[in-house]
């Protein structure tokens, strides 16, 4: 009948890229693969040449209307934010979830992660533990659980407080995120000024304002094969030596997100005042000369007992 619209898919799948060509299609086909299959997938192109856009194009062509290309106006690059926040505005869905085009899913990622959404009504995200994947080049894998504790829905702030970048429990990779829409929309989406090297604290930028507005989720199951190569963002950031230099930029940020914010927990300007007060470079420069200094004198420590011992006897 003329004037009846499809009903939008349970979830839109986001997978930004530029000049990705080398990976992008073992992520789509990881996402074509899902057993749940209420979904649609946005290929969003942050500038690419033309081999990596063809890709994608081709996939939309292929797979349409299930799957989607998208540009940004005049074939911008405007970093990752933006083309999530592009991702998101061109989706109809009730979540939101992200693969980057370097990751791969396992076939059940989907359906597991919609049922705990459903048995939740109220959180507003859930991940599970990561594959931090290197044999796919002839490496060791190794299984990272994410959060403090698994298993249990998390209330604002706990997880602020126990997540890296202000506590010490390893933080969720974006391609392992289910999101809830309606949360998403009420945040704003990602920060768009995390451009440049700064794109290594996007994604932890979203997840500070959604730790302090809703209940999330950190599961025992491993769906995400994260790929580990020296190309990635956060390796090249490391590499170059830009590290505390984005990691203060961050936490300017927040601190200034945090003042304007109605009744914000103490606990969390006090997490955020020591993390500045740790990340200065000066600080941060002593820090990690002790900790050299611990490290040599306990292994000097053992060698002298070993010396001891043998003499000893």
């Not at 061109?90 to 597991?112: H, T």
């Not at 602020?160 to 933080?171: N, R």
Request: proline letters at 5%.
């Amino acid at each position: 009948m003329s004037g009846m619209t499809t009903p939008a898919p349970r979830v839109s799948v986001v997978t930004i890229f530029l000049n990705a060509e080398r990976f992008l299609g073992e992520a789509i086909e990881s996402v074509l693969a899902q057993s749940f299959r209420d979904f649609e997938l946005i290929l969003v192109d942050d500038g690419s040449d033309e081999p990596c856009s063809a890709i994608a194009r081709g996939y939309a062509n292929r797979y349409a209307p299930r799957v989607q290309y998208v540009e940004h106006h005049g074939h911008r690059n405007l970093g990752m934010s933006a083309s999530r926040n592009l991702g998101i505005a061109a989706s109809q869905s009730e979540f939101i979830a992200f693969i980057d085009a370097d990751d791969v899913w396992s076939a059940d990622k989907l359906a597991e992660q919609v049922a705990i959404m459903d048995a939740h009504p109220n959180l507003g995200m859930s991940c599970g533990a990561v594959r931090f994947w290197r044999s796919w080049d002839g490496r060791q894998d190794v299984i990272v659980p994410t959060g403090h504790a698994q298993n249990r829905v998390i209330p604002p702030p706990e997880a602020s407080l126990a997540l890296y970048p202000l506590g010490k429990a390893v933080a969720p990779c974006p391609s392992d995120l289910l999101l809830r829409r309606n949360v998403v929309a009420s945040l704003g989406g990602f920060e768009e000024h995390f451009t440049g090297p700064r794109q290594m604290y996007e994604d932890q930028a979203f997840l500070a304002k959604l730790y302090l507005a809703a209940p999330v989720f950190f599961s025992d199951k491993v769906w995400l094969n994260y790929r580990q190569h020296p190309d990635s963002y956060v390796a090249k950031v490391k590499r170059q030596g830009q590290y505390l230099e984005v990691r203060q930029y961050f936490l300017s940020w927040l601190e200034r997100y945090l003042e304007g914010l109605p009744d914000v927990d103490t606990r969390v300007g006090t997490a955020l005042r020591r993390a500045r007060r740790f990340s200065h470079p000066l600080v941060h420069g002593i820090t990690q000369r002790s900790a050299e200094l611990l490290r040599w004198g306990m292994h000097t420590g053992r060698r002298v007992k070993r010396l001891t011992s043998r003499f000893a006897r």
